[in-house]
């Protein structure tokens, strides 16, 4: 039984920067992966990048380079630099354990031209 928290997210011009966070709390065992996903107007949710508990990183294409994953423990970090318009969409952050995933709410990044 886990439960998410997510914070930051919202407004920012192109090149801009902003970090987001996410903790989990709740019980479950160590090995587990975090990660972001995100999901823009008429698109469907898509992976930005996850961490295991171990450190191993997988991250979609487009956000190498710009997108640095983190973890301290339970809780992950997602710091965006160089922020593009085609960026802007709601990231979520998800915990999988034993082929389960749960979700976090939702927080909203929008980049400006």
């Known amino acids: 039984q886990v439960h998410l928290v997510e914070s930051g997210g919202g407004l920012v011009q192109a090149g801009g920067s902003l970090r987001l966070s996410c903790a989990a709390s709740?019980?479950?065992?160590?090995?587990?992966?975090m990660g972001w996903y995100r999901q823009a107007p008429g698109k469907q949710r898509g992976l930005v990048a996850t961490?295991?508990?171990?450190?191993t990183i997988n991250s979609e294409d487009s956000v190498k380079g710009r997108f640095i994953i983190s973890r301290d423990k339970n809780t992950v970090y997602l710091q965006m630099n160089s922020l593009k318009p085609e960026d802007t969409a709601v990231y979520y952050c998800?915990?999988?354990?034993?082929?389960?995933?749960?979700w976090g709410q939702g927080t909203q990044v929008t980049v400006s031209s």
């Open positions: 998800a915990f999988s354990q034993f082929g389960r995933t749960v």
């Open positions: 961490i295991t508990s171990s450190g």
């Open positions: 709740g019980n479950f065992f160590s090995l587990n992966t």
